[in-house]
């Protein structure tokens, strides 16, 4: 056995090569795509039934397209982005994916679609490529006739490949939902549909050449032959969807190929993808592998970080083992104070850690005697308070026995000499 290594991780020189190694590639796409074929001539043999997908004039190694997928796993140390990005990046690849004659093809259109369907009906537009677009469909009735689940699953299983014009594929999340985005099988790929613009003179005493747009005008598109160069192109290229992750696949390469196409495939996906969107410095690893087999390592980074920032040594990791430590012995602490406090009924603060369950008795004692002086106190002011209220309800009333008294003296006295005069001069 070779020496363990006791370091974190190995400070890499800024003169290493970050690159593929060729022959692992090779090696990894012989022994995957070998696999492949072994496993599915397995199951035909114990099964008994044939493959009815694959073509009647194929040979027995020949596998059909859309149904043995090869795909290239990235694993970085960082995210690769912070947002999500819902318009995927393209590399053209070698060998194209969609090579099939069979291949059916939906386009998805801004308004109005009339002119894009009569591009694809023009005489200069390959016909070949004409019967594969099956379908073309706006933005708008794809709203209106698209609203539900299932109806969304059935377009999506209608179709082989579905193309957008790159002006409205971020849009088509909302019209499509999860039934296209969960995976990264059917999401709509980008066409550049509109017609080539100018280039603008850069001297600001030239006149400009801008051309002014009226209302009434409908969108430009490119002529047949270009547009037909452009979707062949598109179909050509391999989706780079990017998301605030570690992990991402891409689709490169077909069972129906030969090592040496899938391997310049994932060289071509790789030196793309690792080496201008995400960087070597970041790439962990990267695997290839089908549908249903395990992962082959192509490349494996030798170290974790490549920033001396990231690097400790043994005093400072010990360091930071202690601190961790400390931190949790804390939280402990105040954990059970808390506790603690909540049984006692009073929320007392522990010192230390330590708890006085001992003078809990005591204090229960005092407590209750403190009650019983409580009560003796209150029940004397509360017989004072009653012997007061009687002795002034009692002067209350006998004040008002002598002033009912005179207040009937008075008025008859009063009425008497009334009606003495009233007679007096009655009679004069």
């Known amino acids: 056995m070779g020496p363990e290594s006791t370091a974190l991780t190995t400070d890499v020189g800024s003169e290493s090569p970050y690159q593929l190694d060729k022959v692992q590639t090779l090696r990894a796409s012989s022994a995957l795509l070998k696999h492949i074929k072994t496993e599915v001539q397995k199951k035909e043999t114990v099964s008994g039934t044939k493959n009815l997908l694959a073509p009647e004039n194929s040979s027995e190694d020949v596998f059909p397209s859309d149904v043995e997928p090869i795909w290239l796993v990235l694993t970085t140390k960082k995210f690769m982005t912070d947002q999500k990005r819902l318009k995927p990046r393209k590399v053209l690849l070698p060998h194209s994916l969609h090579t099939s004659s069979n291949t059916s093809i939906c386009l998805i259109s801004p308004e109005p679609q009339r002119q894009f369907k009569d591009a694809i009906a023009h005489p200069s537009f390959p016909t070949t490529l004409s019967k594969r677009i099956t379908k073309v469909i706006s933005i708008k009735k794809l709203e209106a006739k698209y609203r539900s689940f299932e109806s969304r699953r059935q377009l999506r299983d209608s179709y082989d ?87 991402t696949a891409v689709r490169v390469g077909l069972a129906s190929y030969t090592p040496e196409q899938l391997a310049a495939n994932i060289e071509a996906v790789m030196a793309s993808l690792a080496g201008k969107l995400v960087g070597w410095k970041n790439v962990r690893a990267a695997h290839v592998k089908g549908p249903n087999t395990m992962a082959l390592p192509i490349w494996l980074a030798e170290e974790l970080w490549v920033d001396e920032g990231y690097l ?46 001992a003078d809990e008795p005591k204090q229960k004692k005092v407590k209750k005697l403190n009650d019983e002086d409580l009560s003796q106190e209150m029940k004397e002011r509360r017989e004072k308070l009653r012997q007061q209220k009687r002795q002034a309800r009692d002067s209350v009333e006998g004040n008002d026995v002598t002033m009912d008294r005179t207040s009937v003296a008075k008025p008859k006295v009063k009425k008497t000499r009334r009606a003495t005069t009233a007679i007096s001069a009655f009679e004069s």
Do not use: C, M, W
Not at 199 to 221: C, F, G, M, Q, Y
Not at 320 to 328: E, F, S, V
């Open 312 to 357: 400790l040594e043994d005093e400072e990791a010990a360091e930071a083992k202690a601190k961790a430590a400390q931190k949790g012995k804390r939280k402990r602490k105040l954990i059970e104070g808390k506790e603690a406090g909540h049984a006692d009924g009073a929320g007392k603060r522990k010192v230390d850690g330590e708890s006085e369950t």
């Open 161 to 247: 490949v579905f193309l957008a014009d790159d002006r409205i594929v971020t849009y088509l999340a909302k019209f499509l939902g999860k039934t296209f985005y969960n995976t990264t099988a059917k999401r709509p790929i980008p066409v550049s549909l509109e017609a080539s613009k100018p280039k603008e003179r850069k001297n600001a005493a030239l006149p400009s050449t801008k051309v002014r747009k009226e209302p009434s005008d409908t969108k430009s598109i490119a002529a047949p032959p270009l547009l037909a160069k452009e979707i062949e192109r598109s179909l050509s290229t391999a989706q780079i969807n990017l998301s605030p992750s570690t992990t």
